[in-house]
């Protein structure tokens, strides 16, 4: 994704099949899309205003979830002076690579180095020990939606870039099993927010202590799977337990009158999720959106015959205004510079889950054409009650997605006991292999440097592991865990 401004490539005109290239699919899609397109910056995206509609209607989701469990908004500086990000070693060894560091103030040396912040626990926690004294200040639940910077090697729009948008909830509890509580609400959020907005079913579950946050002491994450049979992280939850509390000072009086650390967690999710709506329910002619996210859900395309100004057009503006009044997000387009042929193509790619067509011949027949994005079945419908029946559909698109993807998800999931059967499904791209494993990193990290497959997690709903061997060592094994090559 480096390249200097001279270098950004033309948009694709044509898009690479997913058979082809899956990679070069998504990123002919995203750009050809204008969801997304590179920038003169190294690693750095520009957000076209397509996809940054889709960023919105992500934000309006979560941020009702949010404020529905508790969660209030905040911001905190971009900047972190560099004495308080080295005060919790496991975090500033897990982000020094990773850091962006501010050395000038214009032509000034500082006599204190910043960092640009990778993630806002350290700056966050100063604050919180300022504010609670007392078991009376607790819970804090605040989250803020913010931009982070980290220098990545490899990038690309939307997964991985140099700086990213996301959301971050941190919160200060009194008691262990209050944080923990909140660690695993804040992830089911996530997963009901992936399931009915995203149409993306999720796998949650534990990461194993090498994948774990830097500084956490339990990570839970959920996981989806892309239609190229690698896994994405879609978000994950921290129990930061009191290694911050610790760290920042963040003490309170008790209700007994002593003095305790109080238990942290902090949980995301980023721009990232865009990239998994592309990658779950995209085909071979480009997007295909959920209509919950989807900017436009319905296009209305006049076809142009005869005075169609005078007489097709009054009624497309009808259907918009009668769909837009019931709350439906609708873009007519009546250009002239373009064809029918054209404009269908168009919102196909850019996935529009319904399209409407209507011409002089629908108005004699008092119908219009609806199509389906998902499947393209088309159907003929009577203007009366049409607006009810275009509610219904983009209702029936929403759970189709949804059950095409699990379908998806179900068939590339396979189970094994044995390691020789397990680097050969690993082979291609086989989506989640779940597989007994014995608990140490030694045995994780093994399997990785031979397979390239990671312990995405031990889902919740894990089958006991309880007289099974572990595929790699043959010791006993603890779990079992869901194994994928990821993005």
């Not at 399931?195 to 534990?206: K, R, S």
């Not at 500084?215 to 190229?228: F, P, Q, W």
């Not at 889950?353 to 002089?360: A, D, F, N, T, V």
Request: glycine share 6%; net charge negative; with cysteine.
């Amino acid at each position: 994704m480096h390249m200097s401004t001279e270098q950004i490539p033309d948009l694709p005109t044509e898009i690479t099949p997913q058979s082809q290239d899956f990679g070069r699919w998504y990123i002919d899609v995203v750009r050809r899309a204008e969801l997304a397109d590179y920038s003169p910056v190294k690693g750095c995206m520009v957000i076209r205003p397509y996809g940054y509609a889709m960023w919105e209607l992500i934000q309006q989701g979560l941020d009702r979830r949010f404020k529905a469990t508790g969660h209030v908004n905040a911001y905190f500086p971009l900047f972190i002076p560099e004495s308080l990000l080295m005060r919790e070693a496991a975090h500033v060894e897990g982000f020094a690579p990773q850091v962006a560091w501010v050395t000038h103030g214009g032509n000034e040396k500082l006599e204190e180095r910043l960092v640009v912040r990778p993630t806002s626990e350290t700056i966050i926690g100063t604050m919180y020990a300022k504010w609670v004294q007392s078991w009376r200040d607790l819970p804090i639940l605040i989250n803020q939606w913010a931009n982070v910077v980290r220098w990545e090697k490899v990038t690309r729009l939307f997964l991985r870039t140099t700086e990213f948008l996301w959301q971050e909830g941190h919160t200060a509890h009194e008691t262990a099993e209050e944080a923990q509580e909140e660690t695993l609400r804040m992830l089911a959020v996530y997963k009901d927010f992936a399931e009915q907005e995203l149409a993306i079913p999720v796998v949650d579950g534990q990461k194993t202590d090498s994948e774990k946050f830097a500084g956490a002491e339990r990570t839970y994450s959920i996981e989806a799977l892309m239609r190229d049979g690698r896994a994405l992280q879609a978000g994950t939850s921290h129990n930061l337990g009191q290694n911050f509390s610790k760290s920042y000072d963040i003490k309170f009086q008790a209700r007994d009158k002593s003095v305790q650390y109080v238990h942290t967690t902090s949980w995301g999710v980023s721009t990232r999720l865009i990239g998994g709506v592309i990658m779950v329910h995209g085909d071979e002619g480009g997007l295909i959106l959920p209509p919950r996210i989807a900017p436009y859900q319905v296009v209305i395309v006049p076809i142009p015959r005869g005075n169609w100004r005078e007489t097709v057009l009054p009624r497309a503006q009808a259907i918009r205004d009668e769909l837009v009044a019931r709350g439906m997000r609708v873009f007519l387009d009546d250009r002239e510079s373009q064809t029918p042929g054209w404009k269908f193509n168009e919102w196909e790619m850019r996935g529009v889950p319904l399209r409407l067509e209507i011409g002089p011949k629908d108005l004699e027949k008092s119908q219009v054409v609806l199509a389906r994005r998902d499947t393209r079945e088309k159907s003929f419908v009577p203007m009366d009650g049409l607006a009810g029946r275009v509610e219904e559909l983009l209702a029936a698109i929403q759970r189709a997605l949804y059950e095409r993807a699990l379908a998806f998800r179900e068939e590339h999931t396979s189970t094994t006991d044995s390691y020789e059967e397990f680097k050969a499904i690993m082979e291609g791209r086989p989506g989640f292999v779940i597989a007994p494993w014995c608990g140490p990193a030694a045995c994780e990290a093994a399997i990785k440097a031979e397979t390239q497959a990671t312990i995405r997690n031990i889902p919740f709903s894990s089958a006991p592991a309880a007289g099974k061997h572990c595929l790699k060592c043959g010791g006993a094994a603890t779990a079992h865990a869901w194994f994928a090559k990821s993005y």
